[in-house]
């Protein structure tokens, strides 16, 4: 299914946080206004902001505040990956080069800042206390889950459990920051508000783990970005665990920590990766986490959103970008 | 005068203060605690803590919420500081190695990150709209004009105007953060905050002013990092501008544009600086920034904050570091 088609619901209201997203980049500080413009421009597939909007569609659908709301989130999204590619020298992101390669490790670790603090002066526009402190524990969730993955690099002594827990700090902490601010926002009850948080944590662990399976089968054209990235900077995922799991003796991911810099390795885990079960066995782990965010949604009221909620689930496993 | 008799009035609540900060750093997580522990381990001079504690004392000194507001800007400060070394490969601050130098850019760009959230958490459990809102608009004035400075590095064509806002939306920014966060919270009517907002920006100019003074004239012991750092990132200050007027047609400044390399170019710099009226001149017109504090803080009721803000101005005058 199409997300056009998914989106359906809230299209017209996506429109607006696309407007809104332009007004960040008018500013009077004509290089700040094309570096806003550059990382903001719609490229992403806005699934977050989307989470937030379809969220506060079960009860009061509080424009005035969903909209800002819908806005930060991506914008904050925006701000991390603008730092990961810093972090990483990564040069190119959705087929574009990032602004990292375009203007250096300087301006984008300032744009950084900059727009993490727009996400925080936008989300404090609705006044809302709760989505105010919610927005500011998941920048820690997010950047204290970061540097685990940083102090981790090339570390193959890693359980399934810390993994998850690191995933979840990364992907799953902007999903649940997306659908609890949604529902707080729309006055949603308590019981309904923890639904969604359990679904949009759901949903961002299974995006997660696609998100490393596509790292690994993926071609460079679909992924906007070279095959193999997070393994090239150390990262450990799901697949290269399972790797370890399967060939402990030797394999090319261990390989690849006494040897760095050989990209033979990068290639042979590919190659190992796409011809075991390892492939298999991720996609049933994701598929495991849309089951329970597919059961989440039982709980709440039958509508539209809900409905586009599900959908969302399952165009989250088979998605190739 | 010493900073701790300058501090008396609030000495013991800027032990709380330091209570707090040491708290920030309690986390399961051991690198990132040791991380914190050590960007936030004393050895600044707390002047933004102090600014917001000594702004609360003219009304209703409220401490449940001006030490965490107090808290809040000194981390912000922090995270401040660790992203400036990182981006700009400083190795060592305050006599100490920077956290770029100990552990490299991509883990001082998180710890970053972690600071700002921390701040905004903290400040978030004012629960005061006011102050959540100022706090995301300081950090837009800081990331901005910070990028603005970094465009403009070796740019000589800067007129003093274009000069004194860069130095306003850094080091202003943050000291009338402070003093509006304090006035705000102790429910200071709306002409006392005003004015304090002043104060804290003619301070917040004298002491920036000051800090490329003494980036000329301090040793390296004295300033815990090596005198000329300013020019050596390429960023034109005002003894810099000044040269570059009393000598338009050759300088070492103008020099150091085209050859960038050449420690000597930074060396000559510094003698120009020192054997002439620049000094005196910089010292001049923080002097004006100074008296215009000190004029401010006549408009509030007499107490002792106000004798320490005005004994805080002078400081910023005479400090050697």
Redesign the interface.
């Known amino acids: 299914m199409e997300l056009s088609t998914i989106y359906q619901p809230v299209q017209e209201d996506l429109v607006k946080v696309e407007d809104r997203l332009r007004l960040v980049s008018q ?1 009077d ?1 004509p ?2 206004a094309e ?1 806003l413009d550059y990382s903001l421009r719609s490229s992403g597939k806005r699934i977050r902001p989307i989470l937030t909007l379809l969220s506060g569609k079960f009860y009061d659908y509080n424009l005035s505040q969903l909209l800002p709301m819908a806005t930060a989130v991506e914008i904050l999204h925006t701000a991390t990956l603008v ?1 990961d590619d ?2 990483d020298n990564s040069v190119v992101r959705r087929g574009r080069p990032t602004v990292f390669k375009l203007w250096g ?3 984008a ?6 727009l ?3 996400a ?2 936008l ?3 609705t ?1 809302n ?1 709760r989505v ?2 919610l ?6 969730t ?3 889950g ?3 993955q ?2 981790n690099a090339f570390n193959l002594n890693q359980s399934h459990s810390q993994y998850l827990q690191r995933v979840a700090s990364k992907t799953a902490a902007l999903f649940t920051m997306a659908t609890e601010s949604g529902s707080v926002l729309s006055q949603a009850p308590e019981e309904s508000i923890q639904i969604l948080i359990e679904y949009g944590y759901n949903l961002g662990i299974a995006f997660q783990i696609v998100d490393y399976i596509l790292d690994f089968i993926g071609t460079e054209e679909e992924l906007g970005k070279p095959t193999g990235s997070d393994l090239t900077q150390g990262t450990i995922t799901l697949p290269s665990l399972l790797l370890l799991e399967h060939y402990p003796e030797d394999n090319p991911v261990k390989r690849l920590v006494s040897n760095r810099d050989d990209p033979e390795n990068i290639k042979q885990a590919i190659e190992l990766v796409r011809n075991s079960s390892i492939i298999q066995e991720c996609y049933q782990l994701a598929d495991e986490y849309v089951a329970r965010a597919r059961h989440n949604l039982k709980l709440l009221p039958e509508n539209d959103s809900r409905q586009s909620l599900g959908q969302l689930a399952d165009y989250i496993i088979t998605r190739r970008r």
Chains 1, 2 share one sequence.
């Open positions: 500013v500080f290089h700040l570096l730092h810093a972090i490790a300087e301006k670790v300032l744009l950084g800042d900059y993490f603090a727009e925080g002066a989300t404090a526009t006044h206390l105010i402190k927005f500011a524990q998941t920048l820690k997010i950047s204290s970061e540097l685990n940083a102090f």
